[in-house]
Every structure is written in structure tokens, then in C-alpha cells.
């Protein structure tokens, strides 16, 4: 996917594909809270996830506490949300379903 | 290790004892942010930090951005930092080292 950024109507596009997710308030950004059973399962989900973001070489901030994980997506390098957040988010919902 | 909170004169021995640890403004938590290499290096950290952890039914509150983990110390429990942050804040700066 493309590391351009997203216009505000490619934005919101890609927001109505996606489960859970919405723009963060006065940042170029998305985020979503995932909840999980337990500690275990939280991270069990953030291990994947990592070795799945340091082979697209595009990373997350992230705050976990217990069974919940914040997630805050965006390309620094574009100052913006890009098709890379898009993958990223898609492929984080995947494996918090599996 | 106790999980009774500790008094404010344990919690400022504790502090002496620890390599950049301090309180959190406003909160009864201490925190501490460390820098890696990099990615791999900060989530390796944090996978080795998750098994003790979990081990210990003692979480830790953090935040992630690359290569920086930021963490907060507490035991909601008691309502203040207590010898489980003392512990596991122990065993997070081992790790580090390694």
C-alpha cells in the first residue's frame, strides 16, 4: 500500500471499511481501544502484531494496560494517515479476531 | 515482596536504590522511560518484561513508540506503589541491561 497521504475523503473512505476505528481529536491520526480476556491474551495479540509491523517497517504507538491496548496509527514520514496505517489497522483486527 | 503500600519515606529509600526512576505527578506511581536500539530491541524488552509479569500477576502500565517504552509503576490494589513495583521495577532494569 502506499505511503501517501490519505485526503480527508480518502479518510473517511477508509474509516467506514474498518471496524472500530476513528480519527484522534487534533492529530493527523487514527486510533482504536482493543479489549482483550486477560494480560495474556492482550499481549499474546501485541507480539503478533509487532512481528507483523517490524516486517512493514511501520509501527504503532501503543499503550496497554492489563487486557487493553490503545492504538494510535500514523506515517510520521507523511504527516499524515496513509495507505500503510490502513494495512496495519486491517491487519490488527484480523488477528484480534482470531 | 510485601503488596502493602509503601510509606512516602519507603517510596524516596526505594527511589535512592533505582536507576532513573521517579514519581508520577499527581498519581501514587513511579515511572521510569527506556530507550532501545530500536524496534525489535524495545518489544524484545518488553516480551522478556510480559512473562515476569504475568508470572508475578503484577502489569505494568506502558506506552510504546518505536524504540521508547515509557512505564508507569502502580498496585491498584493498594492504592500506591508497593514491593510488587519495586520488584518488577527491579527486574525491568536487568533486563535492560542485558
Known amino acids: 500500500m502506499s505511503?501517501?497521504?490519505?485526503?480527508?475523503?480518502?479518510l473517511d473512505d477508509l474509516l467506514e471499511?474498518?471496524?472500530?476505528?476513528?480519527k484522534v481529536e487534533?492529530?493527523?491520526?487514527?486510533?482504536?481501544?482493543?479489549v482483550f480476556a486477560d494480560f495474556v491474551d492482550a499481549f499474546g495479540w501485541m507480539s503478533k502484531v509487532a512481528l507483523t509491523a517490524e516486517k512493514m517497517d511501520h509501527h504503532p504507538e501503543w499503550y496497554n494496560v492489563y487486557k487493553t491496548v490503545e492504538v494510535v496509527l500514523t506515517t510520521h514520514d507523511a504527516d499524515g494517515v496513509t495507505g500503510k496505517d490502513a494495512e496495519l489497522a486491517k491487519a490488527m483486527d484480523r488477528m484480534a479476531q482470531r
Request: glycine share 14%; no cysteine.
Open 26 to 34: 487534533g492529530r493527523e491520526a487514527i486510533q482504536k481501544t482493543f
Open 17 to 22: 471499511t474498518l471496524e472500530g476505528w476513528e
Open 3 to 10: 505511503g501517501e497521504r490519505l485526503s480527508n475523503a480518502e
